[in-house]
């Protein structure tokens, strides 16, 4: 993006924040916000929010090591975590409460909202997952835990194509805006 677009604004706030409001509407009671790069302005920025804030020193390394530092810093009690990109203003909280309810109706442990046969964001794991996370390549990702364990991944078939889209680039910026 050639700027930190967490703090690029977003219907009448950043970024960043626009998540967190999605993710509080949706009802989610435990938000923390795991930064790496423009850490100290996004801290700043969120400050004033209810959400636990972690640095990754290590988030040159790639998503997956904020997805650790985040799974780290859960208390015992935690059942499952959704894993929301910083970059994923526009999903709905509609469609964060259809990935929960998917898990407290059927168990599943790796839920991912579906989007005309496509996987997307946000995802929801099950803390069972944590010690094979901790084990996962970084050039894998996330989607080994879902080729490892297929009989515990349920797709949740959802109308907001939200869920595939992010904003990696100016014209991502521009076109969302819209």
């Known amino acids: 993006m050639g700027t930190a677009k967490m703090l690029l604004p977003y219907r009448g706030m950043t970024i960043i924040e626009k998540v967190i409001e999605n993710v509080m509407k949706a009802g989610i009671e435990r938000i923390t916000v795991v930064t790496g790069s423009g850490h100290e302005e996004i801290t700043k920025v969120i400050r004033h929010l209810p959400v636990e804030q972690i640095y ?7 998503m997956l090591s904020s997805v650790k530092y985040g799974f780290r810093s859960l208390p015992e009690t935690c059942r499952a975590a959704i894993l929301f990109l910083g970059d994923q203003p526009m999903i709905d909280p509609k469609t964060i409460e259809e990935i929960t309810y998917a898990f407290r109706k059927t168990g599943k442990g790796i839920i991912m909202p579906v989007y ?27 989607r080994a835990l879902a080729q490892k364990f297929p009989v515990d991944v349920l797709e949740v078939e959802t109308d907001d194509p939200a869920v595939l889209r992010d904003i990696d680039t100016p014209e991502d910026y521009r076109n969302e805006l819209k």
Do not use: S
């Open 116 to 142: 005309k046969k496509k996987r997307g964001h946000p995802l929801l794991l099950d803390t069972k997952y944590y010690p094979e996370l901790e084990k996962l390549d970084p050039d894998e990702g996330l």
């Open 56 to 62: 990754n020193d290590k988030w040159q390394t790639g």
